[in-house]
């Protein structure tokens, strides 16, 4: 009982002596804060009102700014049919194409045809840093979106849908010239003029990515690309017109060389060699077979071969027939390059990294590559290497 009453005794001794600190505590900091000067408290005072006025305004415009952004949204998720001109959206080219092709002719229509053509895909270093391209080249192929910036009709885009006289169908080649749906084909020449092509992949270093196997002309703006997954973009199953599953007329029998067309090449190739996609003159002969492996004439210049041509503005030839002239400046024509005339005979031309490629085609499909010349214009193309 002693013992207890011991405990309790030096309890109560304890919990005086806390009591006692706590009230010496008390009376030291009410012994400052009243000797601080009053001004000064009335700044104190002032600034917590101001910093919580400025916290307020910030939490508005916050909230201003996520509305706006909810509102631009909801408006470009739901453009109306008949605004849909007052829609814009943020878009613009990200890279730019530096190409084999010097010119649209040449040009396949469709990739792969030619697995030697390549190409460069040089992206802006102000829209994007090379980190974004890490990864790229653990696949095989990607896709490639771009602009149709050399198509003959850009600037009926411009005008209203009434007054631009867009046509609504197309001469397509497999076809012989008869017409198509816009949509049902693959025409440079669309409302929206946008591409799609798929692209093998070489090389990617810095900001550059080298691709293989390319439709693409020389300056072509790119939008966008993406890797090529072939679980879900190659479909089984998938299903053509008739028309598109037969025969390529577009084909040609035989490519081959004059006597005198290697030395010519050997020639070219001491101004070009350090400027090229290509390794010796030989790979780069085997890209002029392949390109001519395909009928890369326009319609009419298959059709009518020997008649009358005339030089427009841009460079393009077609025939002197106004018909024609309207007609052409489609899928067809507008791979068209200019040709020349020499006692009755037809010499075509293709340009290719700066290179002036002359050939001969025979009614039954027989090329001759004749000659070939350094161009009065090499592209910007030639001025890179794929080990940029």
């Not at 030096?10 to 030291?28: E, K, P, R």
């Not at 850009?154 to 867009?166: C, D, G, T």
């Not at 703006?221 to 973009?233: E, F, G, N, T």
């Not at 009419?300 to 400046?329: A, C, F, K, M, W």
Request: glycine share 6%; with cysteine; hydrophobic share 40%.
């Amino acid at each position: 009982m002693a013992a207890s009453d011991g405990k309790l005794e030096w309890l109560s001794l304890s919990v005086a002596l806390a009591f006692a600190t706590i009230s010496a505590s008390a009376a030291v900091s009410v012994y400052f804060w009243r000797g601080k000067p009053r001004g000064e408290n009335e700044r104190v005072k002032e600034l917590e009102i101001s910093l919580k006025s400025s916290l307020e305004n910030c939490a508005a415009e916050r909230q201003g700014r996520i509305r706006a952004q909810q509102a631009l949204r909801k408006a470009l998720a739901q453009p109306k049919l008949e605004n849909l001109e007052a829609t814009s959206y943020p878009m613009v080219p990200i890279a730019i194409i530096r190409s084999c092709f010097s010119t649209r002719n040449g040009t396949p229509r469709q990739p792969l045809l030619v697995p030697l053509a390549r190409a460069q895909l040089l992206f802006d270093p102000a829209r994007v840093p090379p980190a974004s391209l890490e990864g790229l080249e653990e696949y095989s192929h990607c896709w490639i979106i771009y602009v149709f910036h050399l198509n003959t009709n850009l600037e009926k885009l411009w005008k209203h849908p009434s007054n631009s006289k867009f046509k609504a169908k197309v001469r397509v080649p497999k076809l012989k010239g008869e017409k198509m749906g816009l949509f049902a084909t693959r025409s440079p020449h669309r409302p929206c003029p946008i591409g799609l092509t798929v692209a093998k992949i070489e090389e990617v270093q810095g900001r550059m990515v080298l691709v293989s196997g390319v439709d693409l002309v020389d300056g072509t703006p790119v939008l966008d690309i993406k890797p090529y997954l072939p679980y879900s973009d190659s479909i089984n199953g998938a299903t053509v017109p008739t028309w598109v599953k037969e025969d390529n007329p577009l084909a040609v029998v035989s490519v081959n060389f004059s006597e005198g067309f290697s030395t010519d090449l050997a020639d070219c190739w001491m101004k070009l060699e350090k400027k090229s996609l290509y390794a010796s003159p030989d790979e780069f002969q085997s890209l002029i077979k392949q390109v001519l492996s395909w009928d890369i004439r326009s319609l009419s210049q298959r059709s009518r071969p020997h008649n009358r041509l005339v030089q427009i503005e841009n460079g393009d030839r077609v025939d002197d027939d106004t018909e024609d002239l309207v007609d052409y400046l489609d899928e067809s024509a507008s791979r068209g390059e200019g040709i020349s005339l020499s006692s009755g005979d037809v010499i075509y031309h293709v340009i290719l990294e700066g290179l002036n490629v002359s050939y001969r085609i025979d009614f039954d499909g027989n090329v001759l590559v004749e000659q070939v010349i350094l161009s009065t214009h090499i592209p910007d193309s030639c001025t890179n290497t794929a080990s940029l």
